[in-house]
């Protein structure tokens, strides 16, 4: 990467591309109608960059009725034609991926690096996955099981999804919960979140630009409370996909579950990284250091409980720390960054006060003091003498915070790697492969990695055990959420009385 990549700084304009207003209902721009406005604030700078009036409830429906609408013709689409739609706009996106990246690094202050290198070419690539995987839609094979009977099974979309994203990934959290919908031949209405709604509009706007008839993707950019609320119960939406925190999940699944929806929840994450001792020291140091810092830690699989064997914990701690103090913090828009702001002023003080508390029970070996000035920056924190049941290990931080706890025997690792509600994502650090083995059968999450920690992929899914929720986002793991399978049972005999109407005609 060469700095005259970044000399321009940012040249996105809100404004410019959302002239009429956050909403984008039936393929076009409106305003929300909700009577209240809402600033996004650039995390980097604190000023303020774009005021936009929010979804309120009107918005919900009417984008809701679009989505309808567009249902019939999108889902009688044959897979090829979708196929082709996905395609193009796969395409669209690679030629406007400077803007995607700025855009995004904009609203979630996240180093432009990020944006351009994980970010942008993540969603293209997964655009042409689900281009692909569009035409693979299965079933079970047909057969004749009762012998007078052929049966098969068709594996069909659901009707509106209704999809509800987080702030931590804008871009990825749409293209995950677009994409698998859209290619199942579903339509859809996201909301995603207030702060962030920049490349999740830009996102819908190239699908139409693509040739994705108008009404399939819509976007209603409004607070959880109404819009969101809204949106999970409306009647005329089939299905719920939900990203963001456990406790959101839970209000929106109650709200799911009374109008019966499919529901799918991707929700928060506390992922350990476990290391053996027998573990490549120095690789276990960059990816711990990486993996918990990524993103500015607001990643839900982020590393943030490192268990380290005995025999290599004072150096990893040293080593830790030695790193942390060596990256980069400032401006996302300068090619040295490494760490941008948090997303907020309210997050970056919340993480703030999580790590003070820390201070009564734990010992703060760098970091722990928000840097003074405008923007939201943290820097990166290493935590030790924390007790496994103190909230610095048991609760999700959401920022550049990793705590680091020894432990004896491999059993000891396992248990303490299992110990919270979560279980969305987890490493093991070991050069021995029963070890590795073990690991990865007995930790409870939906990702185990060996010997790194973040990496993702679109072939592959992504979903969490237990409080982490449940369902797949990416991979074709995913249209099983957004599909519904009828089994279809033809009879072959052509005989008006069946045999099996004996049991209620008698010997008649
Ligand atoms: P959040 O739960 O506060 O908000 C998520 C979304 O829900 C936002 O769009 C918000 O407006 C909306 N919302 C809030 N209240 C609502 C309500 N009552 N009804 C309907 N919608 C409502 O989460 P956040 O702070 O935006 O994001 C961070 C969280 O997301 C973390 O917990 C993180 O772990 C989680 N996350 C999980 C994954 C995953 O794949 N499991 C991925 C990214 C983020």
């Not at 490349?199 to 209603?220: D, K, Q, R, Y």
């Not at 830790?320 to 997303?343: C, H, I, K, Q, Y």
């Not at 010992?363 to 290493?382: I, N, Q």
Request: charged share 20%.
């Amino acid at each position: 990467m060469t700095d005259d990549r970044f000399e321009t700084q940012n040249r996105f304009r809100p404004e410019d591309r959302f002239p009429a207003g956050a909403q984008y209902i039936a393929g076009e721009l409106r305003a929300g109608t909700s009577g209240r406005t809402h600033h996004v604030v650039d995390p980097a700078t604190g000023t303020r960059v774009w005021t936009y009036e929010l979804a309120g409830t009107a918005d919900v429906d009417a984008a809701v009725a679009a989505a309808r609408a567009a249902f019939p013709g999108w889902s009688g689409a044959t897979p090829g034609e979708r196929s082709d739609a996905l395609h193009r706009f796969a395409a669209v996106l690679a030629d406007r991926a400077e803007e995607f990246a700025q855009a995004e690094s904009l609203q979630c202050g996240k180093p432009l690096k990020l944006s351009r290198e994980f970010d942008v070419p993540g969603t293209i690539d997964n655009t042409a996955f689900f281009a692909g995987a569009a035409r693979h839609l299965q079933g079970q094979s047909a057969g004749e099981y009762t012998g007078d009977h052929t049966s098969y099974v068709r594996r069909e979309p659901i009707g509106v999804v209704g999809s509800i994203a987080p702030w931590n990934y804008p871009l990825q959290m749409a293209a995950w919960k677009v994409l698998p919908a859209i290619a199942a031949g579903n339509t859809i209405v996201l909301k995603p979140a207030e702060l962030t709604p920049f490349t999740s509009l830009l996102f819908a706007m190239a699908a139409t630009e693509a040739g994705i008839p108008a009404g399939v993707v819509n976007i209603v950019t409004g607070a959880g409370q109404d819009a969101g609320e809204h949106l999970v119960s409306h009647p005329d939406v089939a299905m719920t996909s939900f990203t963001g925190s456990t406790a959101v999940g839970k209000r929106v699944a109650e709200l799911a579950t009374a109008t019966v929806k499919r529901l799918h929840l991707e929700l928060g994450g506390k992922a350990p990284f476990v290391v053996f001792d027998d573990a490549d020291l120095e690789a276990a140091v960059h990816g711990a250091v990486a993996g918990s810092l990524i993103n500015t830690g607001q990643d839900c699989t982020a590393a943030t409980r490192a268990y380290v064997q005995r025999p290599l914990y004072d150096a990893f701690v040293e080593q830790v720390a030695e790193v942390m103090a060596s990256v980069r913090v400032g401006d996302p828009f300068a090619a040295d960054t490494d760490l941008g702001p948090l997303v907020s002023a309210a997050q970056r003080d919340r993480v703030a006060a999580i790590v003070e508390r820390a201070r009564g029970y734990a010992t703060v070996v760098t970091g722990g003091e928000p840097v003074k000035g405008e923007g939201a920056f943290y820097p990166p924190t290493l935590i030790a003498d924390a007790p496994q049941d103190s909230e610095i290990v048991q609760a999700e931080v959401f920022g550049p915070v990793l705590v680091v706890l020894p432990f004896d025997s491999d059993d000891d690792g396992i248990a303490l790697a299992n110990d919270t509600p979560y279980g969305l994502a987890a490493s093991a650090w070991t050069r021995d492969v029963y070890r590795a083995g073990r690991a990865t059968r007995e930790i409870q999450a939906g990702c185990v990695w060996v010997n790194d920690h973040i990496p993702i992929l679109s072939e592959m899914p992504h979903g969490g055990y237990k409080a982490s929720g449940f369902g797949k986002d990416m991979s074709s793991y995913s249209f099983e959420e957004y599909t519904q399978v009828k089994h279809v049972m033809y009879d072959n005999t052509a005989v008006a009385r069946k045999d099996w109407h004996r049991t209620i005609f008698g010997d008649r």
